[in-house]
């Protein structure tokens, strides 16, 4: 899967390793941005903290 | 194939860390600090607002063991504000030097519990700080800033601050219980006990356990030791935090 990745990617060595760094930075930001607190929404429970009947 | 499933799995497990990793970092560096700064600008407009009104004078109060303290008499008292209004800021040393919040009415989860800049929520219909009865608190434990995530390491006699537009409730620590999330008697005027009425002036803050999880209850309840002005100045023990943001 990485290989077939690195095989795909243009150019020498360096421009490739400097193009997974971005794909990978990228791939960061959404996970922070959107996928880890969606995922945490779902971990937390929702009457966390308070005492209710 | 083989390979392509093991770069699969191990990519699932460098995703799991990562995500371990955001969540340490974002939920106690992040946010905490968040509404930490949150909470110092609170106090800060209270110091800027506080009423010009004269300065009660105290009285003396003499200790049995000799030590002598300024004697504001009763505490004044609020209005309970409207919904997700901020109207306090809670100070307790034992959780951090600089460890506060701002407090606000409500304990709406979106609202109140999980927001970036408060942590903490008033129960509605409880009293407020000052009052003879229960002025009843809740935050997450852990999650959302770990506001309240170390209410079990309170010990007998640890103050906890409440700073109003009106003044310093000083509040000390007495005991704890481990009860169900249903156990709404904690919020009584008198704490756990049904239909008495009220001649000391609690505080209750609730929060869940164990940390991570949210099956049981932590309540810890404290009196009012004493109240002052905010012209009188922060008590000692937070005159640093007050003062210093």
């Known amino acids: 899967m990485y290989g077939a990745l690195w095989r795909v990617l243009p150019g020498p060595a360096w421009v490739r390793i400097l193009i997974l760094v971005v794909l990978f930075l990228a791939v960061l930001y959404c996970l922070v941005t959107w996928v880890f607190p969606w995922v945490d929404s779902l971990l937390q429970g929702n009457e966390e903290g308070t005492v209710t009947v | ?245």
């Open chain 2, 1 to 245: 194939m083989i390979g392509v499933v093991g770069e699969l799995l191990v990519t699932a497990g460098v995703l799991v860390l990562l995500f371990l990793g955001w969540q340490t970092w974002w939920q106690s560096g992040v946010l905490a600090a968040q509404q930490n700064s949150a909470a110092a600008q609170q106090s800060q407009k209270y110091l800027e607002q506080a009423t010009k009104s004269p300065t009660p004078t105290p009285t003396t109060k003499v200790a049995p063991d000799g030590t002598k303290t300024a004697d504001y008499g009763t505490p004044p008292v609020m209005k309970a504000p409207g919904f997700a209004q901020a109207f306090a800021v809670i100070y307790v040393p034992r959780f951090g030097a600089d460890w506060k919040r701002t407090i606000r009415e409500s304990v709406d989860v979106e609202a109140v519990l999980n927001s970036y800049d408060a942590g903490v929520g008033h129960y509605p219909g409880t009293k407020m700080p000052g009052a003879v009865g229960n002025f009843a608190i809740a935050a997450h434990d852990t999650g959302y800033g770990n506001t309240f995530i170390d209410v079990s390491k309170l010990q007998v006699g640890d103050a906890i601050y409440i700073q109003t537009n009106e003044g310093y409730y000083t509040y000390r620590f007495r005991n704890m219980e481990y009860i169900t999330p249903n156990t709404v008697q904690v919020l009584y005027d008198v704490p756990q006990v049904a239909g008495a009425k009220a001649t000391d002036r609690y505080i209750t803050l609730t929060t869940c356990n164990p940390p991570y999880h949210a099956q049981e209850r932590i309540a810890a309840f404290g009196t009012l030791e004493s109240w002052q002005p905010l012209s009188a100045g922060p008590p000692k023990e937070i005159a640093a935090e007050v003062g210093g943001n």
